[in-house]
């Protein structure tokens, strides 16, 4: 269950701090000016991290390569030559 706390900043403004704990995951947080802003997305966020569609702070398997890092991967002898010709022309 998602938490919001009602906090008073030095100058007398308040702010309302959403946090989202869920096990096995990093706490998640978010500062808003109203205390509806910070329930809707404390809500939604914990929706998303229990449904597995949350991870600002892990990479998709498929966002941790390029495409070039693949191909040489693949096929590294090839690209070698292509950047040896290159270089003899």
Known sequence: MPTVQRRVTPNGKVRYRAMVRIKGYKPKTATFLKRADAVTWA???????????????????????????LLIDTNPKYFLEKEIRSKQD
Do not use: C
Not at 46 to 68: A, C, H, M, Q
């Open 43 to 69: 809500q939604e966020t914990e929706t998303k991290v229990k449904l597995s569609k949350y991870f600002p702070d892990r990479l998709i398997e498929s966002e941790k390569n390029t495409l070039g890092d």
